[in-house]
T-cell receptor, first 113, second 113 residues
Framework: KQEVTQIPAALSVPEGENLVLNCSFTDSAIYNLQWFRQDPGKGLTSLLLIQSSQREQTSGRLNASLDKSSGRSTLYIAASQPGDSATYLCAVVNNNAGNMLTFGGGTRLMVKP | ETGVTQSPTHLIKTRGQQVTLRCSSQ?????VSWYQQALGQGPQFIFQYYREEENGRGNFPPRFSGLQFPNYSSELNVNALELDDSALYLC????????????FGPGTRLTVL
């Protein structure tokens, strides 16, 4: 059974810092991995989708990498801003699980002005 | 292009009652998935519908049931509500069956007293 873990559970940084969020998964037979952002009490906004054949994806100040063999992904946020404060969730789709997303518990990020 | 919408936004029920939550998929999307997110946790997959049929189910009891309509909108029904059913219920749609990016709605916050 796939298990997804995100470390740290919470993170507080001053504005302007570069930061890395970590995601690990136990079953490397994944089809893709998605990073999402969730504001308090709201739905999920897709940030980046990495197919299993890819090593990384970039969007603006965000860069996500994938090392499938070691079961790890990182989300790098450059020059953090207070508006980046949110919970960041990673989720994987396994090859044998249709389009079911298995989520980690999330990292709560606070960027202080 | 209209995104995924859900209704109602908030709902309060008492233990033992029944509830119906609704989701309209994004235009052109024919696959809908439902997730339950307890406070402080990542979402958990409930089930997925494709062309009006259930197409995968997570570890949820039969009192969680659903429907998909010819216009691809969907309902989630929960019978005999329990206190632990209190959660944010998220609906996600994708353009077709298979391994495609999923787009989430804003969620319905259900409180069971």
């Amino acid at each position: 059974k796939q298990e997804v873990t995100q470390i740290p559970a919470a993170l507080s940084v001053p504005e302007g810092e570069n930061l890395v969020l970590n995601c690990s998964f136990t079953d490397s037979a994944i089809y893709n991995l998605q990073w999402f952002r969730q504001d308090p009490g709201k739905g999920l906004t897709s940030l980046l989708l990495i197919q299993s054949s890819q090593r990384e994806q970039t969007s603006g100040r965000l860069n996500a990498s994938l090392d499938k063999s070691s079961g790890r992904s990182t989300l790098y946020i450059a020059a953090s801003q207070p508006g980046d404060s949110a919970t960041y969730l990673c989720a994987v789709v396994n090859n044998n699980a249709g389009n079911m997303l298995t989520f980690g518990g999330g990292t709560r990020l606070m960027v202080k002005p | 292009e209209t995104g995924v919408t859900q209704s109602p936004t908030h709902l309060i029920k008492t233990r033992g009652q029944q509830v119906t939550l609704r989701c309209s998929s994004q235009s052109g999307h024919n696959t809908v998935s439902w997730y339950q997110q307890a406070l402080g946790q990542g979402p958990q997959f409930i089930f997925q519908y494709y062309r009006e049929e259930e197409n995968g189910r997570g570890n949820f009891p039969p009192r969680f049931s659903g429907l998909q309509f010819p216009n691809y909108s969907s309902e989630l029904n929960v019978n005999a509500l329990e206190l632990d059913d209190s959660a944010l219920y998220l609906c996600a749609s994708s353009p077709r069956q298979g391994l495609y990016e999923q787009f989430f709605g804003p969620g319905t916050r259900l409180t069971v007293l």
